[in-house]
């Protein structure tokens, strides 16, 4: 089973309506499809652009006002995965729940169903400065083409989580993120690697570029776009299928093979799923 993917380094900038929103996000999808892309990945906290909206009085939102663009943007994305019959991860946008927010993954199928995965472990500065609170349980989802799971940005700091869903059958993890800055990016960076070499698994990243002058703690960003496998002789040496330009504005298109991942499992030059010690630690 093959499966091919795009991840975008969306371009942060300040905007003046939801329309203008729409009409990037459209660019992009529009892009991937003329690749034939089947699954598209955007980042992490996309959505923070509309708050340079601002309001009344020119000042940019605040992130307790996000969630008054969920149905516009669960609309948006909904309409483009179907008409351009494509799954669309649309990165995060930040919702309300019980009075909490939650910076929440969203899975766009083509037949118009919407998936949810909340970020499960939340940095230091999100809980101080937004108050966000962490999501409660880990998923994977089904697909015509595979199975698939949505760890956002921090969530693959942690081996254990990356355990579960590949013991749930995860082929393909797809990681947004948004990162400020160099020392960010690579922690996330290398941490996808790990995962991708422990679980024999594909781990697609990408993350936000450019900035938002008036938005507080989006002004600026560090990101880049990946496509990583695990480290044998079927894939890259450097477990890299392709990478974007650090902090342009692009798209990234490559082809995963689930078959590839089934063979280096049973005997690859190291069988690391296979050989986890499951008498002395467990995934599940």
Avoid at 63 to 85: H, M, S, V, W
Avoid at 203 to 219: C, F, K
Wanted: overall charge negative; charged content about 20%.
């Amino acid at each position: 089973m093959k499966m091919r993917v795009s991840a975008v380094q969306y371009h942060l900038h300040a905007i003046n309506s939801f329309e203008q929103f729409a009409q990037q996000v459209e660019h992009y999808v529009k892009t991937a499809a003329e690749f034939e892309a089947e699954f598209v990945l955007f980042p992490e906290f996309m959505t923070t652009q509309l708050m340079s909206i601002g309001d009344e009085r020119g000042e940019a939102l605040a992130i307790q006002d996000l969630p008054q663009f969920t149905e516009a943007y669960r609309a948006l994305f909904t309409g483009l995965a179907k008409q351009y019959n494509m799954h669309l991860i649309g990165g995060t946008h930040v919702i309300t729940r019980n009075d909490k927010l939650y910076n929440v993954a969203h899975l766009f199928y083509p037949d118009g169903k919407v998936e949810e995965q909340a970020k499960l472990h939340i940095t230091p500065f999100e809980v101080k400065d937004w108050n966000m609170a962490a999501g409660e349980g880990v998923r994977v989802f089904h697909t015509e083409k595979g199975t698939i799971a949505i760890l956002t940005c921090y969530d693959i700091e942690f081996p254990e989580i990356v355990r579960m869903v590949r013991a749930q059958g995860a082929d393909v993890i797809f990681c947004p993120s948004c990162t400020d800055d160099r020392q960010a990016f690579y922690r996330v960076r290398y941490c996808c690697h790990a995962r991708a070499i422990e679980n024999q698994v594909y781990v697609v990243a990408t993350g936000t570029v450019g900035s938002l002058p008036t938005v507080d703690l989006m002004r600026l960003n560090y990101g880049q776009a990946a496509v990583i496998t695990p480290n044998d002789i079927p894939f890259p040496p450097r477990g890299i299928m392709i990478e974007g330009e650090i902090n342009n504005d692009m798209i990234v298109t490559a082809d995963l093979d689930v078959t590839l991942l089934q063979q280096v499992r049973e005997r690859g030059s190291v069988t690391t799923w296979r050989d986890r010690r499951t008498d002395l630690y467990t995934d599940w």
